[in-house]
């Protein structure tokens, strides 16, 4: 069965300080990835997608960029965060551009 | 940009009772979703429908396509505490290639 894990589940950041959060993808092959982000009582909004490896389409201008360096593995990164980037940041993927998506467990981030 | 207007906003019941929560939007969907979100977790997809009329069961919940596919709702019979949580709807316009576009939750409380 197919599984995401995402990492970390939590983290705390200074300003100005880079971020990398990971999100892999295991038991299928080729799928559409999804990075989300949720700010508090908040629906989810759509940052990133990709349908294969090197392709990444933005839905939101921001100082956040996303990478698909292998099939299964889906990074988000910032070279300097902001205050207003904290919350909550859900990858998800789908077996076809228009299959159900599947959410991994979030990653709570906080910037102080 | 397209919206899904999802409602209510909150739901405050007793155990035992059923719920309704519906979306509608102006434009046509392809496909219905409906996720459950607990706290700090990332969305889990209950229901999915894919053809306009469509009326799927879940266990306890039920969701429908609407027949103008501009709408659905999700039914909940017989709530449990553990029915506590957000609930989203998300649609997928008819274009190939469009991510999908969440409502804004409807946060479900149960007091036993």
């Known amino acids: 069965s197919q599984t995401i894990h995402q990492w970390p589940a939590t983290l705390v950041q200074p300003v100005g300080s880079p971020l990398s959060l990971e999100c892999t993808v295991e038991g299928t092959s080729n799928p559409n990835l999804y990075w989300y982000r949720q700010a508090a009582g908040r629906g989810l909004q759509l940052l990133f997608y990709?349908?294969?490896?090197?392709?990444i389409s933005s839905e939101v201008p921001q100082n956040l960029s996303a990478s698909r360096p292998q099939d299964r593995q889906f990074i988000l990164s910032s070279k300097k965060l902001l205050l207003s980037d904290s919350g909550f940041y859900l990858c998800?993927?789908?077996?076809?551009?228009?299959?159900?998506?599947?959410f991994g467990d979030g990653t709570r981030l906080s910037i102080l | 940009g397209q919206q899904l207007n999802q409602s209510p906003q909150s739901m405050f019941i007793q155990e035992g009772e059923d719920v309704s929560m519906n979306c509608t939007s102006s434009s046509i969907f392809n496909t219905w979703l409906w996720y459950k979100q607990d706290p700090g977790e990332g969305p889990v997809l209950l229901i999915a429908l894919y053809k306009a009329g469509e009326l799927t069961s879940n266990g306890r919940l039920t969701a429908q396509f609407g027949i103008t596919r501009k709408d659905s709702f999700l039914n909940i019979s017989a709530s449990i505490p553990s029915d506590v949580g957000i609930y989203f709807c998300a649609g997928q316009l008819s274009k190939a290639g469009t991510a999908l576009i969440f409502g804004k939750g409807t946060t479900l409380s149960v007091s036993s």
């Open positions: 998800a993927w789908s077996e076809v551009q228009r299959g159900p998506q599947h």
């Open positions: 990709s349908v294969g490896i090197g392709q």
